[in-house]
């Protein structure tokens, strides 16, 4: 592992389930992350342009090409926050193409999450433009689901997974991938999530990312993302118990594995963590991801 120096390093991921075939997606938001310090911006421009890329990359469930609600709609959650104490985030938003860019607008505000309609009232008021993140690829993705509902609700997801015998992947049919990205800019660390959200959800669903110590937490230790079933990591406070380990000393690779170890069987998990030592990442059943560290 490289530790982190006062070079630059930015760490992304497409999604617990993601397809590490599509780790270009993250190695490229990574140099989207370095770029944007090498601008002359800090960690938390880094990790929202890097989440930004992901978010316009519609192989990924977030922004463009996010999951759809069993009831046909997109409603997005996204959240940034900064080794500073700084924490926004945007739930069940719709219709625009960058969710984490609204969730960062929301900074210089002395709200810290938006919900629904007020969320995109907000982002229409600050001029993020109207646009419709539907892809094919989702909307099939949905049909998918609704044919195999009944059956879900007759199985738990590690007994359906054992017992899967159709020609689609289990994976595939479900989709399930948050994107996310942690920054080092030499001097603080930033993180940031997005999501469409699990499959089979409701209309008004929130899950773990806009919710701080959940999908996420970073502090003057170092910055961890989340990504997989929502409910279980919110439940846990998994981000934030991350950090603790971090925090007693544990590296990034000891605190992925004790993330991965701490949900039950059958949940959907994987992390990316940093600290100045350097970074890891991992999910239980394999991830599109990247690190990258930037010129001295
Ligand atoms: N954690 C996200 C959510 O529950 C989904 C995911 O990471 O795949 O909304």
Request: aromatic residues 6%.
């Given at each position: 592992m490289?530790p982190?120096?006062?070079?630059?390093a930015?760490?992304?991921?497409?999604g617990?389930?993601?397809?590490?075939?599509?780790?270009?997606?993250p190695r490229?938001?990574?140099?989207a992350g370095?770029?944007?310090?090498?601008?002359g911006n800090?960690?938390?421009d880094?990790?929202i342009?890097a989440t930004?890329?992901?978010?316009?990359?519609v192989r990924?469930?977030?922004?463009?090409g996010?999951?759809l609600?069993?009831d046909?709609?997109?409603?997005m959650?996204?959240s940034?926050?900064?080794?500073?104490?700084?924490f926004?985030?945007v739930a069940?938003?719709?219709?625009?193409?960058?969710?984490?860019?609204?969730?960062?607008?929301?900074?210089?505000t002395p709200?810290i999450?938006?919900?629904?309609?007020g969320?995109t009232?907000?982002a229409?008021?600050c001029?993020?433009?109207?646009?419709?993140?539907?892809?094919?690829?989702?909307?099939?993705?949905?049909r998918?689901v609704?044919?195999v509902?009944?059956t879900?609700?007759?199985w738990s997801r590690?007994?359906?997974?054992?017992?899967w015998?159709y020609?689609?992947?289990?994976?595939?049919?479900?989709g399930c991938?948050?994107?996310?990205?942690?920054a080092?800019?030499g001097?603080?660390?930033?993180?940031?999530?997005?999501t469409?959200?699990t499959?089979?959800?409701?209309?008004g669903r929130?899950g773990?990312v806009?919710?701080?110590?959940?999908?996420?937490?970073?502090?003057?230790h170092?910055?961890?993302v989340?990504?997989?079933?929502?409910?279980y990591i919110?439940?846990?406070l998994?981000a934030y118990?991350?950090?603790?380990?971090?925090?007693?000393?544990?590296s990034p690779e000891q605190v992925?594995?004790?993330?991965l170890d701490?949900?039950a069987?059958?949940v959907d998990?994987?992390v990316?963590?940093m600290?100045q030592?350097?970074?890891?990442?991992?999910?239980?059943?394999?991830?599109?991801w990247?690190g990258?560290?930037?010129?001295?």
């Amino acid at each position: 592992m490289i530790p982190l120096t006062n070079a630059p390093a930015v760490v992304c991921h497409a999604g617990s389930g993601s397809n590490p075939a599509n780790s270009d997606g993250p190695r490229n938001a990574c140099l989207a992350g370095l770029d944007a310090i090498a601008r002359g911006n800090g960690a938390l421009d880094a990790a929202i342009a890097a989440t930004q890329f992901l978010e316009d990359d519609v192989r990924f469930n977030a922004g463009t090409g996010s999951n759809l609600r069993l009831d046909g709609t997109i409603q997005m959650d996204a959240s940034c926050m900064t080794s500073g104490g700084d924490f926004a985030a945007v739930a069940a938003i719709e219709r625009v193409r960058n969710p984490v860019a609204v969730a960062k607008r929301l900074l210089g505000t002395p709200q810290i999450v938006l919900v629904a309609d007020g969320a995109t009232a907000f982002a229409r008021r600050c001029g993020f433009a109207d646009h419709d993140p539907v892809t094919p690829a989702a909307q099939s993705r949905l049909r998918k689901v609704l044919a195999v509902t009944d059956t879900l609700g007759e199985w738990s997801r590690s007994e359906l997974e054992r017992a899967w015998n159709y020609d689609t992947p289990l994976r595939e049919a479900l989709g399930c991938d948050t994107v996310g990205s942690v920054a080092w800019d030499g001097k603080g660390f930033a993180s940031s999530l997005s999501t469409g959200g699990t499959t089979t959800v409701l209309r008004g669903r929130v899950g773990d990312v806009p919710l701080p110590g959940c999908g996420l937490f970073t502090g003057i230790h170092g910055a961890i993302v989340a990504t997989g079933d929502g409910e279980y990591i919110a439940r846990s406070l998994l981000a934030y118990r991350a950090y603790a380990e971090l925090e007693r000393g544990r590296s990034p690779e000891q605190v992925v594995q004790w993330a991965l170890d701490e949900l039950a069987e059958g949940v959907d998990i994987g992390v990316i963590v940093m600290n100045q030592t350097g970074f890891a990442g991992g999910a239980r059943r394999g991830m599109a991801w990247h690190g990258q560290c930037g010129g001295a």
